[in-house]
C-alpha cells in the first residue's frame, strides 16, 4: 500500500511540473511582443494511472516526496482551459502513462521592421508642340527662290511646331505693251505653297518665267488662316493692290530682304505677232464598208484631224506652234458605185449543162428495103446568170432538144418477113406492103384473086410457087453469105 501511494504521488508531481512547464512557455515577455492575432492552444492532459512498481525498485529516498506538499497547487488544474493563448508555433504536451514529453521552448518573434521611401518629386509634362522658334530666310532675286529654317531650343514631345507658316511664291507677267520696272498690268501665271510645320530647313520657288515678270513669296500662320489666307487676284494693277503679306513682313529683320523682284519692260515689246496660218487638215484615206449583193453602192468612211496653230511668245520672240489642246478629229462618210469585180463577185454559180439522150427508135421499112432509118432525141439542158441591175442576178436556165438519124442495116428477123410473101408474075400488086419493126402478121399479106372458085384455086397454087421461089432464094442467100 505504501509503495502505491508513493507512485501515485510522484505521477501528480510529474503532470504538475509538466503544466508549470507549459504555462511559462506560454506566458509573452511582456505587453508589446504579444501577438496581435488571437490563438488557441489545447493541452492534452492524459490522466495518469498509478502503476504498481515492484519493491525491488523503491529506493529509500523517495519518502520525502510522500511527504512533500506539493499537492496543493492541484487546484490549477481546473483553471488550466483558460490560460492566455499560446502562438500557434507552441506543441502540445501529452503526458502518458510512464513516459513525458518536455514542451520545447519557442523564442518570441523580433518586431518587424517598416521602411518608408520618400516620395518622388513630380516631373515637368512636356509640350506637345514647339511654340519658341527662331525663324530665318534667304531670297535669290534672279529665281525667287530661297529657304525657310525654323530652330528651336524648347524641348517638347515632337518637332512639330504649334503654329506652322505657309508660304505661296506666285510668278506675274507683264501685260504688253509694257514700260517701267515693275510694269503694270500683270496677270498670274501660277504659284506654289509650301508649309514650315516642324523644325528644320524648307525650300521654296514660284513658276519660272523667262522675263518681263515679277516674283512674290507672300506667308501666314496657320492660326490666321494658312493656305487659306494666301487668296491671290488674277491680276495686278499696281500699288495698292489686295494682296497677302510678304514673307519678309511676316519674318521682318530675320533675312536678306524683300522677297519679292521684278524685271525690266526692256526688250518685252516685241513686234506685231505674225497672222495665224490656216489649221492643217489631215485625210486618212478612204476604207469600204460591207455591201451585200443587190445593193448599188458602197458606203466609205475617212478620219479628217484639224489641226490649229497659234502664236506665242517664247524668250522674247514670236513663235507659231501648233494648239494641241484644240486639234479635233472627225470623221466623213460617202457613198460610191460598185466596181466590175464586186458586181461579178455576186454572180450566181450555175450547174454543168445536162444532157439526157433516149434510145434508137426504128422508122418504117418495105420488103426489099435491106436498110431501116432510126431516130432519136438529145435534150441539152444549160444554166446562165443574167445580169439585171446594180450587182443584182438571176440565173436563166435553156433545154435544146435535138433529133438525131441513122440508117442501119435490117436484121434477119425483119428479112424473114418478107421471104413469106409470094408476088403473082403477071399481076403486081395494087400496093406494096410496108413492114413496121413489129411481127408480120397474114394482114400484111398481098390479097390476089377472083371471087370464083378457080380464082381461088389458082391463086393457091402461085401461093404455093412462091413459096417454092422463096425457099430457093432463102438458100441462095444463106449460101452467098457463107
Not at 443584182?392 to 438519124?405: A, F, G, L, M, Y
Amino acid at each position: 500500500m505504501r509503495e502505491r501511494l508513493v507512485a501515485f504521488c510522484a505521477s501528480v508531481l510529474t503532470v504538475l511540473l509538466a503544466i508549470a512547464m507549459s504555462l511559462l512557455v506560454a506566458q509573452p515577455a511582456s505587453a508589446e511582443e504579444a501577438p496581435a492575432v488571437e490563438a488557441t492552444e489545447t493541452v492534452q492532459v492524459v490522466e495518469a494511472v498509478p502503476v504498481e512498481a515492484s519493491p525491488a525498485k523503491v529506493e529509500p529516498p523517495v519518502t520525502p516526496l510522500v511527504e512533500a506538499p506539493v499537492a496543493a497547487p492541484a487546484p490549477p488544474l481546473t483553471e488550466a482551459p483558460v490560460a492566455p493563448p499560446a502562438p500557434p508555433a507552441e506543441e502540445e504536451v501529452v503526458v502518458n502513462k510512464t513516459t513525458t514529453t518536455p514542451p520545447v521552448e519557442t523564442p518570441p518573434a523580433p518586431p518587424i521592421q517598416t521602411t518608408t521611401t520618400p516620395p518622388t518629386p513630380e516631373q515637368p509634362t512636356l509640350p506637345t508642340c514647339i511654340d519658341q522658334v527662331n525663324w530665318s530666310y534667304t531670297y535669290d532675286t534672279a529665281t525667287g527662290s530661297g529657304t525657310i529654317t525654323a530652330a528651336s531650343d524648347q524641348k517638347a514631345q515632337s518637332t512639330a511646331l504649334c503654329d506652322p507658316l505657309a508660304t505661296r511664291s506666285a510668278a506675274w507677267s507683264y501685260d504688253l505693251p509694257a514700260s517701267g520696272n515693275p510694269s503694270y498690268p500683270q496677270t498670274l501665271r501660277g504659284f506654289k505653297d509650301v508649309t514650315v510645320d516642324t523644325l528644320g530647313t524648307f525650300n521654296f520657288a514660284p513658276p519660272q518665267l523667262a522675263s518681263c515678270r515679277q516674283y512674290d513669296t507672300y506667308a501666314e500662320w496657320q492660326s490666321n488662316g494658312g493656305p487659306g489666307g494666301l487668296p491671290l487676284p488674277g491680276k495686278l494693277y499696281g500699288t495698292g493692290n489686295e494682296e497677302p503679306p510678304f514673307l519678309s513682313d511676316k519674318l521682318g529683320g530675320k533675312g536678306n530682304g524683300p522677297t519679292y523682284h521684278s524685271t525690266t519692260s526692256d526688250g518685252c515689246n516685241q513686234p506685231e505677232p505674225p497672222a495665224v496660218p490656216n489649221p492643217k487638215v489631215d485625210k486618212s484615206e478612204w476604207k469600204d464598208g460591207k455591201f451585200v449583193c443587190g445593193d448599188l453602192t458602197v458606203t466609205q468612211t475617212r478620219e479628217v484631224t484639224t489641226t490649229p496653230y497659234k502664236v506665242t511668245l517664247k524668250d522674247g520672240k514670236w513663235i507659231v506652234v501648233e494648239d494641241t489642246e484644240n486639234i479635233k478629229t472627225v470623221t466623213e462618210t460617202q457613198t460610191r458605185a460598185l466596181t466590175t469585180e464586186e458586181i461579178e463577185s455576186c454572180k450566181p454559180a450555175v450547174p454543168e449543162p445536162k444532157v439526157v439522150t433516149s434510145e434508137w427508135v426504128s422508122g418504117e421499112w418495105v420488103c426489099g428495103d435491106t436498110t431501116v432509118e432510126q431516130t432519136r432525141t438529145v435534150s441539152t439542158t444549160t444554166s446562165t446568170p443574167v445580169f439585171v441591175s446594180g450587182s443584182t442576178w438571176t440565173v436563166s436556165t435553156e433545154t435544146v432538144v435535138k433529133t438525131e438519124t441513122q440508117e442501119v442495116a435490117l436484121s434477119e428477123s425483119q428479112l424473114e418477113t418478107c421471104e413469106a410473101v409470094v408476088v403473082p408474075p403477071t399481076t403486081p400488086p395494087t400496093k406494096p406492103v410496108a413492114h413496121k419493126p413489129s411481127a408480120p402478121t397474114g394482114d400484111n399479106l398481098a390479097y390476089t384473086g377472083t371471087e370464083s372458085t378457080p380464082a381461088v384455086f389458082l391463086g393457091g397454087s402461085l401461093l404455093l410457087l412462091g413459096a417454092m421461089l422463096a425457099a430457093i432464094n432463102l438458100r441462095r442467100r444463106k449460101a452467098t453469105n457463107e
